[in-house]
């Protein structure tokens, strides 16, 4: 189960330093993923405990190029991401194996 809901984290500028600062982590999950689930597949892989889940979808948007061949359309895909915040004190290493 954890393993389906969480699809990878968002390692980003700003995603790092709201990490260190307030112990909030952002993760890319799966659609159908609830709170909870999230909840629950956060503290299973990285052994930690969750205080609080936001969870924000981002919709598909449009995207035209033009080339030489004329005008080449198509969308983005959806995703939901979830912002989880920890237990004072406690952290994620994302490269401790790096």
Known sequence: MATNVLIKPIITE????SGEKAGKYAFRVSK??????????????YSVQVTDVNTQVNV???K???TKKGVASGMKPSFKKA???LKKGESIDFYGNV
């Open 14 to 17: 700003k995603s790092t330093k």
């Open 32 to 45: 159908e993923a609830n709170k909870l689930e999230i909840k629950k597949a956060v503290e299973a892989t």
């Open 60 to 62: 598909g948007k449009k």
């Open 64 to 66: 035209v190029r033009y």
């Open 83 to 85: 912002y989880v915040t």
